[in-house]
């Protein structure tokens, strides 16, 4: 994430709504990636601060309407473009009922991480179009309760956070900081988020929209392996047995090695993770390259000597590690592939 600020100077970060310092509202306008300070004039119109209203040919903005109704969006969107909400509330088809406690902050969390995962595809050029606006091929999100989330209310039903024909359903617990760490702790993870659930979700839609085929299918198998292996019986297979003994090697995480197609959903997240970190890393001074200017084998090698760093200092907070993973020689070839999957899917979109 790069660095972002108020006209009046003070930093402000991705998901700030306000400046503190100066009161002005913040809307973070997806076209330019850019954070725009201003104020609501009394039409409901963003007013850019140190723009005249009347200054002609100006592009003139309006705040997503799940930031009038709600306070949970701070982007922008284009004035009178014929929609209520911004781009990034556009791919929402199903979120939970509001009526109900704790499910506004859900929501709230929920935004947060799917922010990040479209900035960060943004940042990759990766097409990323609505479901509504291409019903065949767009990706919707579905924020969904069940029996864990809301017990008297859907009894004996259970939710599972996945991907099936353009549509990433979240189970709503996810984004409940205090079920999600004891569904982690229970499943013996050492890494459980809903923004690393979403970039995994990703990873699915992804293939989906590609639709590999040829040579790039062939690549696949070699590295990853078959996809078309029976998935539930793999699953299955995952959950009873665990992961296969010397996974470390081969994997970047345990649930990796239950199925081609997970493997490539994980791989294809920490492919995501690294390059949102390293540009986190070098807007804040820490490496002095940005993650688009070098090849993959440096940012994966920075990554290494960062994540041990962050890991040590995490231990001296009394944390946990900020990366319990390690990308081998066998993941590096795995995340090239992803590396040439985006590429492909870049090229195609301009
Ligand atoms: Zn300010
Ligand atoms: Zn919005
Ligand atoms: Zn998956």
Redo the contacts with the bound molecule.
């Keep these: 994430m790069k660095k972002f600020y108020c006209l009046c100077g003070r930093r402000v970060f991705f998901d700030s709504l306000q400046c503190v310092a100066c009161g002005a509202k913040l809307g973070f306008e997806p076209y330019s990636m850019q954070m725009i300070s201003g104020w609501e004039t009394s039409q409901g119109q963003f007013q850019e601060a140190g723009q005249s209203n009347l200054s002609f040919g100006s592009q003139h903005y309006e705040f997503c309407s799940n930031r009038a109704d709600y306070n949970v969006c701070n982007w922008l969107k284009p004035a009178n473009d014929g929609n209520k909400l911004c781009f990034g509330c556009s791919f929402n088809r199903t979120i939970p009922n509001l009526q109900r406690p704790d499910n506004l902050d859900r929501w709230r969390q929920f935004e947060v991480a799917k922010k990040r995962l479209l900035y960060g595809l943004l940042v990759l050029r990766l097409p990323v179009k609505s479901g509504f606006e291409d019903p065949q091929k767009g990706l919707l999100l579905d924020l969904i309760e069940d029996e864990r989330s809301a017990p008297n209310h859907y009894p004996e039903s259970f939710v599972a956070t996945?991907?099936a024909g353009g549509v990433i359903t979240i189970n709503a617990i996810e984004a409940d900081d205090a079920a999600r760490e004891s569904i982690r702790v229970a499943m013996n993870e050492s890494y459980r988020t809903l923004l690393g659930h979403l970039r995994?979700?990703s990873g699915?839609y992804f293939w989906f929209l590609q639709n590999p085929q040829g040579q790039l299918l062939e690549d696949f198998i070699f590295l990853f392996g078959d996809p078309s292996q029976d998935y539930q019986a793999a699953l299955e297979r995952h959950y009873q047995l665990g992961p296969i003994e010397n996974w470390r090697e081969y994997y970047i995480s345990a649930y990796s090695s239950a199925h081609p197609?997970?493997d490539w959903?994980e791989t294809w997240a920490h492919y995501l993770l690294i390059h949102d970190a390293l540009e986190s890393a070098y807007a804040n001074g820490l490496v002095d390259f940005s993650p688009m200017e070098v090849p993959l084998e440096s940012r994966i090698q920075t990554w290494a000597d960062l994540s041990v760093a962050f890991n040590e200092i995490n231990r001296s907070s009394g944390l946990r590690d900020t990366y319990p993973f390690v990308v081998t020689p066998q993941v590096k070839r795995k995340m090239q592939f992803v590396e040439r999957f985006i590429i492909l899917l870049a090229q195609a979109n301009h």
Excluded: S
Aim: aromatic fraction near 12%; hydrophobic fraction near 40%; charge should be negative.
């Design positions: 996945g991907f995994h979700e699915h197609l997970e959903a």
